[in-house]
Every structure is written in structure tokens, then in C-alpha cells.
């Protein structure tokens, strides 16, 4: 569900008619509803109630400050993958015992901002990775809480570009191998070994890989345990999917997945760690186009819009569907069309869709992308010289400008000559 409905004849986003923001702000933009990614939130609280939890919204989903803001005034901590992710989150005013450091690169700076700065845990994807933290915690007199991610060798029956969870995957240490680098762990200096970490991968439509790897996640909590390890805390990862149409697509919901949960690993006394992103941030979120051109080709028909694969890059390096909508509501029964919905971009891979029965657009008209909040403005560039497009929130009839976007002088004035040009 999200805030995004036709009230009249028009698109709102809650309270607020589409085409008045774009008035405002000019086209292209994203636009982000309060009260979805409140609810999303929300069910996962309700999923998850009377399991001791933490809820840390994995932002590199949508890592605007408004947004943190907004989810952390909720309850949530922030599950972050670099520096300057962990600098948004205490920006946003997160507290670093909220903040969970994930990643495979985790560099010598970013491990000593996080332990100054304050942590909740780390969690430590390598051997060598884990050997580097113990010497930086101990040359700060620190001590690194740690879960150790396990690769459980399970299919996530996902995009391959975000599986996470195969042996061939590059995240995590071989659940195989688990037993004996945890108890490296335990011997290192400036080490606090805390749990588990686990994440096979984002947009999972069926619950069953879930299961799998947490069922391997039981058995290894077990198993560490009779071995005297403390494990006293699960990270599940996150990854539930998202309907990205609205017809024949139905992930599972929160609901379910906190029943698994419980039946998987509830028995354990451990306190659950989730790092939901997309599911909180996806329906969220809409990127509002306007058409520039209707092109007739040699056997379709392109839309060519003032968006392109530089504000929403998912369709070119994914293949992925948006439902596109147009922002004023088509009569019942109106005529379709076929078109080829491009942008401007000088690649063929700006494509965002093919042969998409459409109602019929012209010069002008807006258009929306629907379920963009998660993963669209932050994998946006300036390809092209292309500026970042405008972020904006609404909250009831309220909208507010979240990152303006930049003016072309802005652009340039940040490239610096040098002194002999």
C-alpha cells in the first residue's frame, strides 16, 4: 500500500496534487510520502512485537536526511555501509549505539570514525577484515562489538546482481568454516563477539530462502554456543521484495516473515536485528517525468521524457519494472498506446520500458514512476551533465524541497583547473 492514489482526476501524493509540485519545482523529481514510509515501518514493530528487536532501515535504499530523520523520530537505527552513510546517519541525529556498520571494504578510517563516533556492532564480513578491526580498536584503547556474517550458501531466487547469499557471492565467510573463525574472533585483542550476521540477498518474493538460512542460522547459534560463545543477538539481514506491479505479484508480508522468524529462531533468547530497506522506502517513493517528444519510428512509437537512466538507473542496469502512470487520470475505457518510454540520455540502455501500453500522452504531460523510493535517487548521477533532480517530501498537504537541484554554474564551479590550464 502507499499514498499515492487519484483524488478529481489527479494524482496526489497524500494530500498534495502531483502536478503542484511540479509547478513548483520543475520536472524531473522524486517525491517521498511520510505516511507510507511510516507504515512500513510500523509493520515490521508490529511484526516482530513481543520478540526483543531492533529495526535498523537499511539506507543505502534512500539515504536522504529527511527520510532518516522521519524513520529514526520512529524508533529506527540505521544500518550503514560506509563512511559517509554512518556520517548521514549521526547527522540525522541517529546514536551510534543504533547505527550497525555492514560492508565488504571497511577501511581503516571508516572503522576508527565508527569506534570514536560510537557503534552498535560491526558487522565483519572477512577474516582480513576482522584482523584490521582488532588492531584499530586496540590502538584506540577500544573495544569492536562484532557479529560475524556467515554465507549460507542458499538461493535467494532473486536478481543475480543482488543475490548475496551463494557461495559464489563475494559477502560473508563460508557457514562451513564459521565454528573455527569464530573462535579467532575470541581470541583477538579489541574484539566483542556479540552474534551473527546473515543476508542472502534484496527483492526476495518467496519466504523460503529465508527460512533455509535461518534455519542454518539456529543450528550454528547452537552449535558456537555449546563452544562458549555469548551469541546474544541475530542480524537477519533484510531483503523482502516489493510488488513493483500491481497485477500477479505478491511477496510476502511482514506479517509472515515475523511469524518465521519466530518459528526459526525465536526459541534462541536472542535479541533479532532486521535491516529492512526497500520495503520500507520502495512504494514510498515516485519519480514524476514529463514528456518532451512523441517519436515515431520505423515500427513504435517513443515517449521521450525529461527523465532518463541517470535519475532512475534501475531499468538499465537491472532490467527492472516500473508501473508508469500518468498523472492525470485517464477517462475509463480510454485508448492505449504502445510506446518505448526513453530518455534523453545519449545511450540506448535509457530505456525505461518497451512496448508499454500506455493511455495516450503527448508534448507535455507528466508521468509518474511508481515504487522508486528505494534505490533510484541514491544510484542517480550527472551523466550528460545531467543535475541530481529535485527530493521532495509531503507529508499530508504539506510538501517541502529535501535537495534542491544543483544549477549548472554549481555543476562546473566544482571542477578546478589547474595552474597551468
Not at 267 to 279: A, N, S
Not at 331 to 358: M, N
Amino acid at each position: 500500500m502507499d499514498h499515492f492514489l487519484y483524488r478529481d482526476g489527479a494524482l496526489h501524493a497524500e494530500d498534495v496534487p502531483v502536478s503542484e509540485i511540479a509547478a513548483a519545482v520543475g520536472t524531473p523529481f522524486y517525491v517521498y510520502s511520510t505516511a507510507t514510509l511510516t507504515r512500513h515501518f510500523q509493520l515490521f514493530q508490529d511484526a516482530l512485537s513481543g520478540l526483543d528487536h531492533t529495526i535498523c532501515f537499511a539506507m543505502k535504499s534512500l539515504s536522504n536526511q529527511a527520510v532518516l530523520k522521519t524513520l529514526a523520530d520512529l524508533g529506527a537505527g540505521m544500518d550503514v555501509v560506509s563512511g559517509g552513510e554512518y556520517a548521514r546517519a549521526v547527522a540525522a541525529g541517529v546514536p551510534g549505539d543504533r547505527i550497525v556498520f555492514s560492508g565488504v571494504g571497511k577501511t581503516r578510517e571508516e572503522m576508527t570514525q565508527a569506534l570514536q563516533g560510537g557503534i552498535r556492532q560491526f558487522n565483519v564480513e572477512s577474516e582480513p577484515e576482522m584482523e584490521t578491526l582488532s588492531a584499530v580498536a586496540t590502538e584506540l584503547g577500544r573495544t569492536a562489538p562484532i557479529t560475524i556474517r556467515v554465507n549460507p550458501d542458499v538461493d535467494a531466487k532473486t536478481h543475480a546482481k543482488i543475490a548475496t547469499g551463494k557461495s559464489e557471492n563475494k559477502f560473508g565467510i563460508p557457514i562451513s568454516r564459521a565454528r573455527e573463525v569464530y573462535a579467532r574472533a575470541a581470541a583477538l585483542p579489541g574484539l566483542e563477539v556479540v552474534g551473527i550476521d546473515v543476508h542472502i540477498g534484496s527483492q526476495l518474493t518467496d519466504i523460503e530462502p529465508f527460512r533455509t538460512a535461518f534455519t542454518k542460522v539456529a543450528d550454528l547459534t547452537r552449535a558456537l554456543r555449546a563452544e562458549g560463545h555469548d551469541i546474544r543477538r541475530l542480524d537477519l539481514g533484510g531483503g523482502l521484495g516489493i510488488p513493483y506491479t500491481r497485477v500477479n505479484e505478491a511477496p510476502p508480508l511482514p506479517f509472515d516473515y515475523g511469524a518465521m522468524i519466530r518459528e526459526t529462531v525465536g526459541d534462541l533468547g536472542c535479541e533479532i536485528e532486521i535491516e529492512p530497506g526497500r520495503l520500507i522506502s520502495g512504494n514510498a517513493g515516485l519519480l514524476v517525468s514529463r514528456v518532451i517528444y512523441v517519436k515515431s519510428g520505423e515500427d513504435r512509437e517513443f515517449l521521450i521524457l525529461d527523465g532518463a537512466m541517470n535519475d532512475l538507473l534501475r531499468p538499465a542496469m537491472y532490467d527492472a519494472h516500473h508501473d508508469i502512470v500518468p498523472v492525470v487520470e485517464p477517462a475509463p475505457g480510454a485508448d492505449t498506446s504502445a510506446y518505448d518510454v526513453v530518455g534523453p540520455v545519449c545511450e540506448s540502455g535509457d530505456t525505461f520500458a518497451k512496448g508499454r501500453h500506455l493511455p495516450q500522452l503527448g508534448a507535455g504531460d507528466l508521468v509518474a514512476f511508481r515504487s522508486a523510493g528505494a534505490y533510484g535517487a541514491v544510484m542517480a548521477s550527472e551523466y550528460n551533465t545531467r543535475p541530481l533532480i529535485p527530493e521532495v517530501l509531503v507529508k499530508g498537504d504539506q510538501f517541502a524541497v529535501i535537495r534542491p537541484r544543483p544549477t549548472f554554474d554549481e555543476i562546473i564551479a566544482r571542477d578546478k583547473l589547474p595552474e597551468w590550464l
